[in-house]
């Protein structure tokens, strides 16, 4: 009998030409059964990324997704059969794109999941959870969580280990980002208002009930990949490669652009290791978070400059980015001659305040 909850997709490959209205949608559809819960995250804008691209005449067939974040734009671009290069800092978010991505893609089986799930195998191990995170999770939940990373990491298949820790991540976020409110500037909830918030109803985490296994039965490209660098050190490993167009999505600069601190508890479970402790993660994490104007402009002009050999390129910001719209255009003159922008109001779905509404902006560099 299965103590899970299964979701299937049956993804239908998608005609190479020019993607019309209802493909589009039928993408946004796809991504959408994922239930993304990443804060920033651009499933909502991809029907107008597209379009800015296709009112221009982008002809891509490689795209190097730059920032992946949860891997949403990544996944598009592939469910419209372009070769996609992923790539993000934190390795939680190379997890969900390589999960999307990877051509070798091995379900688990009902008896893997069984065995992700089997309390006679628990130990008394202390992991991250026990160890750092007793105050966000109950006695129950840490050892269940210490116990399932340590069976995820026995599979020898490498996307197996993935899936299994994306399928949980997927959860977690969902169950403990509640209100959609930062706690301390970390999306896990303090454990007694999580708990006792209507979405859990007063009860612990009941993992083996409501879990999802997606399955992504799309095709897959043998060339997409998914990176786990630095921004600087993923573009001096592409330089000679060839690739079309780069979607371009940093940390923005504002009050909620410390991805590493935000989702420090993902960062800390993938990596089963401290991560704040990590001085060279750290100094990486904060090229883009904002709190220095200049060092960011700094960064992103430096990065901007290395992306020569991509003919084009696409950013997303807002108005409440690191500097005002017109500022961020002219750094990217510097480099591109050829600069469009568009517009996009975009409302942020992890708040319900009306205050959230804000000006997003494709910027489309040539």
Known sequence: MKNYVEMAMDFDSMSEKMPTNDNVDLIIKKI???SNYYIG???????????ILNDNNVVSNTVLDLFSGSGAVSYGFKLLNKTVISNDLLKFCHINSFVF??????????SDKDFLFDPSLDTNIRGIVSQFYSD????NECVFLDNYFSRAMSFQDEYKRYYSIFSILQYLIRKCFV?????????????EHRIDHAMNCGHELQFHKYINWTKFSCDSNVNDISYN????SCLDKLKNIDIDLCYIDPPYGGMQSDYALMYEFCEDYVRNCRTRNDM???KKSNMFIGNNIDVYRRNFCDMVDRMSFIPTLLFSYNSSSWAKIDDIIECIKVFRSDVKVKEITYSYGHRKSNSNK???YLILAR
């Open 32 to 34: 959408h059964t994922i």
């Open 136 to 139: 966000k999770f109950t006695r």
């Open 229 to 232: 660098y630095d921004v600087f």
């Open 41 to 51: 995250h651009k499933e909502r804008i991809f029907s107008d990324i597209v379009k």
């Open 179 to 191: 209100g959609g409110r930062l706690y301390k500037k970390q999306i896990i909830a303090r454990m």
């Open 358 to 360: 804000n000006i997003e």
């Open 101 to 110: 991505l990877d051509k070798n893609r091995t379900e688990l089986t009902d």
């Open 280 to 282: 060279d993660f750290i």
